[in-house]
């Protein structure tokens, strides 16, 4: 772990068990009291039609670190070693309920970013529910189907640099690990990035409960900065022109799925991971059959904020 990241009061910094490149932080009870009264400014709807307030709640948490949380955080996220940190309340109790997630998911992505707008939920966030039965048109709600490796927003027209996901509730779930996978740990990430079929523009569409009505194009894989992959993918929305494009998405599929290099993460109820969304691809394992399955999520995907000058 790079030197500082582990020193700010009231939180505890840590390499995840699984691998050096997440980061684990724990907020310490006092940090959640000293919220609990910021918090209870607004409620959320305040935060959903005013998105001042939300860089309000952002900035009372920051303030509580003199401004290193958000120092901290972006370093992490923006850094290709690292990329991905998980936050979770070092215990659980009645005042850190659903609401005080809700909010702190919000703080945090402010502090990283601007989240997009969700044509799903229709607001800067979605929550949604995994259950038993399911009768929608996308793997995101199906329980006991694998929801495949895969990078967000790549059937959008906004930039989606990272997201964020909290585990609000869960009860009678068995399964439903969290997968990850860092592009420069994927064993095959070289010879398809290499692949010039993966340069070339695909068609992105999506269900009609994403509630977008347009279609975007874009390579599946393109480069940073320093000429590293990065990737924009996801199984069910590619859009093949032809048997070159299609045979090579089938390659992408299978080479992703097969790597031994997956990570497999149990997120308990009101943890909080956020990832790079152009090195770090992200899924779920099925969960077991039960008919009294529930499972409460969080998203938020945004960009990274700019400096001004």
């Known amino acids: 772990m790079e030197a500082g990241l582990s020193k700010i009061k009231g939180f505890d910094i840590t390499e995840h068990e699984k691998s050096k490149r ?123 189907i694998n929801m495949d ?23 009678n779930a068995e399964g439903g690990e969290t997968t990850l996978l860092h592009l420069d740990d994927w064993e095959h990430c070289e010879d398809l990035f290499n692949d010039p079929t993966g340069k070339q523009n695909f068609t992105w569409g999506s269900p009609k409960s994403k509630k977008v009505d347009y279609k975007v194009e874009h390579p599946v894989f393109f480069k940073d900065n320093e000429g590293r992959a990065q990737i924009s993918y996801i199984d069910q929305f590619p859009e093949p022109k032809n048997m070159e494009q299609g045979n090579f998405l089938q390659r992408l599929s299978d080479a992703l799925e097969e790597s031994k290099n997956k990570i497999t993460i149990k997120l308990p109820v009101g943890s909080t991971i956020i990832a790079n969304n152009y090195f770090w691809l992200h899924g779920r394992k099925a969960f077991k059959e039960n008919k009294d399955l529930s499972r409460e999520l969080l998203r938020i995907r945004g960009f990274f904020l700019k400096c001004e000058t």
Request: proline content about 3%.
């Open 149 to 171: 490796l895969h990078t967000d927003g790549t059937y959008v027209k906004e930039k989606t640099d990272w997201l964020l996901m909290t585990k609000l509730d869960e009860k």
């Open 22 to 144: 997440i980061l684990e932080i724990k907020i310490n009870d006092d940090i959640l009291k000293k919220l609990i009264f910021p918090f209870n400014k607004f409620d959320v709807t305040a935060l959903e039609y005013k998105p001042f307030t939300r860089f309000t709640i952002a900035k009372s948490l920051d303030d509580l670190t003199s401004n290193k949380l958000s120092e901290v955080i972006n370093s992490i996220i923006k850094n290709r070693k690292t990329g991905c940190f998980i936050v979770s309340p070092s215990s659980l109790n009645p005042k850190i309920n659903i609401t005080f997630l809700v909010k702190l998911s919000t703080a945090i992505s402010h502090l990283i970013g601007i989240p997009n707008h969700d044509s799903m939920a229709e607001k800067y966030y979605a929550r949604f529910h995994v259950k038993h039965e399911d009768e929608s048109d996308s793997y995101l709600r199906k329980a006991y």
